[in-house]
């Protein structure tokens, strides 16, 4: 059982990169799926989280207008779509599945994160 994020990379200031999250060993279509970021020596941030049918979503406000998150329940991945992106995106990006969606909930699993670095 597994949540794989990938996408990461290295991209100049507003650049676009898109990020994948999908699951191995379950089903991640009845999961709602949220995106999280962490930069090294500051608590983890909520970037954004979409509902298990994708009837809803929510962002951070610092995303807001420049992130957008979807999900293919046909090939069970999550996508956050980042464009205009900023050097302060910099930072590991984390997917997690779990009943709810929301900032401060439970989650039942993590991806293992890929790394955001955006040049000025």
């Known amino acids: 059982v597994q949540l794989q994020a990938s996408g990461g990379g290295l991209v100049q200031t507003g650049g676009s990169l898109r990020l994948s999250c999908a699951s191995s060993?379950?089903?991640?279509?009845?999961?709602?799926v949220g995106w999280f970021r962490q930069v090294p020596g500051k608590r983890r941030e909520g970037v954004s989280y979409?509902?298990?049918?994708?009837?809803?979503?929510n962002y951070a406000e610092s995303v807001k207008g420049r992130f957008t998150i979807s999900r293919d329940n046909a090939k069970s991945t999550v996508y956050l779509q980042m464009n205009s992106l900023k050097p302060e995106d910099t930072a590991v990006y984390y997917c997690?599945?779990?009943?709810?969606?929301?900032?401060?909930?439970?989650?039942?699993?993590w991806g293992q994160g890929t790394l955001v670095t955006v040049s000025s």
């Open positions: 060993g379950f089903t991640l279509d009845y999961y709602a």
């Open positions: 997690a599945a779990g009943p709810t969606a929301g900032w401060d909930v439970w989650y039942d699993y």
């Open positions: 979409i509902s298990s049918s994708g009837g809803s979503a």
